[in-house]
């Protein structure tokens, strides 16, 4: 059985998801359905398309609680979530 740890902050109409599990770690923006994870690839990459989900962008190699900060900040900063802008941040 998959261990698994979850919390979630609420902020501007998003939920922002930190999941760990014995196999890796997530970061999941809701309600776009943007993933963050460093699971099956070996390095810490986006899905920034729900519905293309084998679309991945590498980003800096940040840890969980880095890359939350990151998101959280720039959905506050900017009232919303803007994928193309989040994803400079990232990288």
Known sequence: ???????????????????????GWSVV?????????????????????????DKK???KDFNQDDIHFIIYNHIFQNKKLIIKKLIKELR
């Open 1 to 23: 059985m998959i261990k698994r740890n979850q919390d979630k902050v609420f902020i501007n109409n998003k939920i922002i998801y930190k999941v760990e599990t014995d196999t």
């Open 57 to 59: 962008i590498r980003i």
């Open 29 to 53: 923006i809701m309600p776009d359905a943007i993933l963050i994870d460093n699971y099956h690839h070996g390095y810490v990459h986006i899905h920034p398309d729900p519905i293309n989900h």
